[in-house]
C-alpha cells in the first residue's frame, strides 16, 4: 500500500492527478474506520504522512488552506495520542513541522555530503592557510620544490660519483636534496666519494671551495627573524645565480654525464629543501589572522600564471612568477543592533495598546509602532495582541482597537492580509479564551464587520478561509454585525456583489437549500436570500387561494419591488404555476407523467393557464430576457418529469397563443447556449420543427408587411 500511495504522490507532483483525487485520499486515510482500533491505523498514518510529503506543498495554497488546516488539526490530535506506536507519532511530528518550516526539509539545512576537491582546496585555505594547488602532472616534485614554507634550497651541482652511478647516472636532484639536508650528519657516519650526505660532499663545489670560494652557508630561519620569506629567497636565488654563471663548463660536464632519462628540460632551482615547516609558519588554525598570498615563493609553481617575460638565452630560469589573484575574503560583519525578540515586541505592543486606549491618542499609538520596525512576519501577532487586549474592555474600547487597526492600514503599515492572519489567529485560540470570555466569537465578529465597513477586507476575502463550515457561525456572526452596524440594504448590495455561494459556508451536512434557509432564519439573516423564501412560500399561497388577484397582492406585499425584474423571481414565478398545475391535473406519479393526458386533462390545464395569464403578463410584459428565463423554467420542468410526450409542445403553443411569451423570445431561446439549465438538447428535439414554423411564419409576415 505504502508504494501505491508513493506512486499517487509522485503522480500528483506532476499534476497528472487532480486535486480533488488527492484530497479524497487524504480524508479515507485520515477517517476513522469502522470497527478498527486506533492502534491498528499505523499503516494508513505511514502512508498519509508520505502522500503529504510529496504532495503537500502543491496543495497547501489559499484555496485549499481550511481543507489543510483541518487535516494537520486532525494529525496533531493523532500526534499527541499515545495509542499509536512511537514511530507513527514521530512520523506525523515530522510531518507537522514540515509544514511549519514551509515544506523545507531539515537535511536541506545540513551540508553532510561529499565534498569536491576544489571545495577541500578552499576550506584548508580559510581554515589552515595552506594551499593545495591542483593535481597536475609533476605537481609533487614541484610542490617540495617551490613549496611556501620550504628554506632556500641549493643548486646540486655534483661531479660523476663513478661506481653504479656510472651505469645508472645520477640519483634525482630531488631525493639528493632531501637525503642531504640533514641525514646522516651525525657521528660515526662515514663520509667516502659514494656517500650521498650532501652536507659534506667532497665533489660539491659549493662546499668544497671549488671555483677559488667558499659558499657562505644560508641563514637558518631564526636569523631572519620576521622578515619575509620573499627577500631571503630572493637573495640567496641570485647569489647561487651567479656563482652557476662562473661554472658553465662544469654544468655541460654534468648534462654529458647524465643518462637521457634524467636529463630535465630546465635546471631546479638553486635552492636547499627542507621537510620541515618553517619556524614563522603557524600549525594552529586560530592563529592564522588573514591569509592574503601576495608574495610569489608562496605559492607552488603549478599554481602560479606563467611568466610574461622569459630569461635571457643561457640564463637558468628560476622559478619566481608573477603573483596570482588575491584570496578575497568574506567582509566583516557589521556592528548592528540584533533585532529586538519576539518576546520584547509583544511587549512594546501590549504597553502601546494600553495606553492608547487609556488616553485615546491615535497619533502617538501610531508613531510607536511605526517606531518599533517590527519585521513583517510578525505584523500579524502585533494585530492579534492588539485585538487580544481590548476583546476584555468595553465595547468602546473595541472599537477604538478597531480604528487603531484601520489607520495603521491607512499608514501603509499593515495589510488585509495582516488582518486576516490575526483574526485567524484569534479564532484558533478561541476554545481556551472562551472560558474566560463566552462571547469572544461575538466579539471577533465585530472587529471584522469593521474591517469589511472600512474596506479593510472585503466579503469575499473574509468568507473565503471560513469556507466548508470552518469556525461555524462565525462567517454568519459577521453579517449579523454588519446588518446591526449599518443597514440590511448596504448589506444585501455587498453580499450579492461579493458571489458568495452561502452553501460553501456551512458544514457539509448542511449544505442544502432548506437547510440554509432555516438556519439564516435562525439568525436572522434570510433576508439577504428572499428568493429562497418566495419559493418555499408562493406555492403554499397559490394552493390556499389560486386567484390571480390573491396572488399578485401577496408577492406585492412579500416580495420587493427591486425583484420583480430578476430572472431567478420569474423562475421560482414560473415553476410554482407548472407545480401547481401538475399538481391539479393528478400528475404526480412516473407513470402518470409518462401516460397520455385525456381530453379533460388538456382542458383543464389550457383553463388554468388562462386563470394565471394575468400575473404572468403583468412580470413578463415587454422583457424578452424575462421571457427567455420562463422558458428555462418550463425546461427544466419538463426535464424533471422525464419529458412527457408533447408536454413541452403543448406550452409552447398555448404560450404562443395566448400571448404569454413573444415570437423573439422564442427564437431567442433556441439560439441560446448555456449548461446551467438540463434538458436543452430534448426539448429542442421535441420542439425544433414548430420553432422551424415560428422562424418561417415571421420572415413571411415581414414579407407581406415590406410589399
Known amino acids: 500500500m505504502l508504494g501505491n500511495i508513493k506512486f ?29 482500533q486506533l492502534k491498528d491505523m499505523g499503516e494508513d498514518l505511514e502512508c498519509l504522512c508520505q502522500i ?133 650528519t651525525g657521528p660515526g657516519v662515514i663520509q667516502d666519494r659514494f656517500s650521498p650526505t650532501l652536507g659534506r660532499h667532497r665533489s660539491n663545489p659549493l662546499f668544497n671551495g671549488h671555483g677559488g670560494h667558499m659558499a657562505p652557508p644560508p641563514p637558518s630561519q631564526f636569523d631572519l627573524g ?44 638553486a635552492d636547499e629543501i627542507s621537510l620541515r615547516p618553517a619556524h614563522s609558519f603557524p600549525v594552529n588554525k586560530n592563529q592564522v589572522p588573514k591569509l ?36 578575497q575574503e568574506k567582509p566583516q560583519k557589521t556592528n548592528k543592533k540584533p533585532a529586538p525578540a519576539k518576546e520584547e515586541l509583544l511587549k512594546m505592543t501590549e504597553t502601546i495598546v ?17 517606531e518599533m520596525k517590527a519585521p513583517k512576519h510578525f505584523l500579524a501577532e502585533m494585530l492579534s495582541k492588539i485585538i487580544m487586549c481590548s476583546l476584555e474592555r468595553s465595547d468602546e474600547d473595541k472599537e477604538q482597537a478597531s480604528a487603531l487597526i484601520n489607520t495603521l492600514r491607512t499608514e501603509g503599515l499593515v495589510t488585509g492580509e495582516n488582518f486576516m492572519q490575526a483574526l485567524l489567529n484569534v479564532l484558533d485560540q478561541c476554545a ?42 462565525f462567517f454568519l456572526l459577521c453579517l449579523q454585525q454588519a446588518s446591526k452596524l449599518k443597514d440590511r440594504e448596504w448589506l444585501i448590495d455587498l453580499f450579492q456583489q461579493s458571489k458568495v455561494n452561502m452553501q460553501k459556508m456551512l458544514p457539509e451536512i448542511d449544505q442544502n437549500k432548506d437547510r440554509m434557509l432555516e438556519i439564516l432564519e435562525g439568525k436572522g439573516l434570510s433576508f439577504l436570500f428572499p428568493l429562497l423564501k418566495l419559493e418555499k412560500e408562493l406555492l403554499k399561497q397559490i394552493k390556499a387561494d389560486p386567484s390571480p388577484q390573491a396572488i399578485y397582492k401577496w408577492i406585492k406585499d412579500n416580495i420587493s419591488p427591486k425583484l420583480h425584474t430578476d430572472k431567478g423571481f420569474i423562475n421560482i414565478l414560473m415553476t410554482s404555476f407548472l407545480q401547481y398545475i401538475s399538481h391539479e391535473m393528478g400528475i404526480s406519479d412516473a407513470e402518470d407523467q409518462l401516460a397520455a393526458p385525456s381530453k379533460e386533462q388538456l382542458e383543464q390545464e ?86 422551424t414554423w415560428l422562424e418561417t411564419a415571421e420572415e413571411e409576415e415581414s414579407e407581406e408587411e415590406g410589399d
Request: hydrophobic share 40%; with cysteine; net charge positive.
Open 292 to 327: 592574503q598570498p601576495q608574495i610569489p615563493t608562496m605559492i607552488p609553481p603549478s599554481a602560479q600564471p606563467p611568466r610574461i617575460q622569459t630569461p635571457p638565452l643561457g640564463q637558468p630560469q628560476l622559478g619566481l612568477k608573477t603573483n596570482p589573484p588575491v584570496i
Open 8 to 36: 499517487i504522490g509522485e503522480l500528483g507532483k506532476l499534476d497528472l492527478i487532480h486535486e480533488s483525487i488527492l484530497h479524497k485520499c487524504i480524508k479515507t486515510l485520515l477517517e476513522k474506520k469502522k470497527r478498527v
Open 226 to 269: 620576521v622578515k619575509p620569506f620573499m627577500k631571503s629567497n630572493q637573495g640567496q636565488n641570485q647569489h647561487f645565480h651567479s656563482q652557476n654563471q662562473n661554472h658553465p663548463s662544469q654544468q655541460q660536464a654534468q648534462s654529458k654525464d647524465m643518462p637521457p632519462r634524467f636529463i630535465k628540460k630546465g635546471q631546479l632551482n
Open 354 to 370: 494600553t495606553e492608547y486606549l487609556n488616553k485615546k491618542n491615535m497619533d502617538d499609538a501610531v508613531n510607536g509602532i511605526r
Open 606 to 691: 389550457k383553463q388554468l393557464l388562462l386563470a394565471f395569464k394575468p400575473v404572468m403578463q403583468k412580470f413578463l410584459h415587454d422583457h424578452t430576457d424575462l421571457q427567455v428565463s420562463a422558458l428555462y423554467a418550463l425546461q427544466v420542468h419538463c426535464n424533471a418529469c422525464t419529458f412527457p410526450k408533447g408536454m413541452l409542445l403543448r406550452y409552447f403553443v398555448n404560450f404562443y397563443d395566448m400571448e404569454i411569451i413573444e415570437e423573439e423570445a422564442f427564437l431567442a431561446w433556441k439560439e441560446d447556449i448555456t449548461q446551467e439549465f438540463p434538458g436543452k438538447g430534448k426539448a429542442l428535439f421535441q420542439v425544433n420543427q414548430w420553432l
Open 432 to 473: 481556551k479564551i472562551e472560558v474566560d470570555i463566552p462571547l469572544v466569537k461575538s466579539y471577533l465578529a465585530q472587529f471584522a464587520a469593521r474591517a469589511v465597513m472600512a474596506e479593510l477586507v472585503t466579503v469575499a476575502e473574509l468568507a473565503h478561509p471560513l469556507e466548508n463550515g470552518t469556525h461555524f457561525p
Open 52 to 184: 503529504m510529503r510529496t504532495v503537500g506543498p502543491r496543495l497547501d495554497h489559499e484555496k485549499a488552506r481550511s481543507l489543510m488546516d483541518q487535516y494537520f488539526g486532525r494529525m496533531q490530535s493523532l500526534m499527541n495520542n499515545k495509542d499509536l506506536p512511537a514511530r507513527i507519532r514521530f512520523l506525523l511530528q515530522d510531518t507537522v513541522e514540515l509544514r511549519e518550516n514551509n515544506w523545507v526539509p531539515r537535511k536541506a539545512f545540513i551540508d553532510n555530503g561529499p565534498k569536491t576537491i576544489n571545495q577541500i582546496r578552499q576550506d584548508a585555505v580559510k581554515d589552515l592557510g595552506v594551499f593545495i594547488p591542483p593535481m597536475t602532472q609533476g605537481m609533487r616534485m614541484d610542490f617540495f620544490l617551490d613549496g611556501p614554507f620550504m628554506p632556500p634550497r641549493m643548486k646540486l651541482d655534483r661531479e660523476t660519483l663513478g661506481g653504479l652511478a656510472d651505469m645508472f647516472g645520477q640519483m634525482p636532484d630531488l631525493y639528493m636534496a632531501c637525503l642531504g639536508s640533514g641525514i646522516g
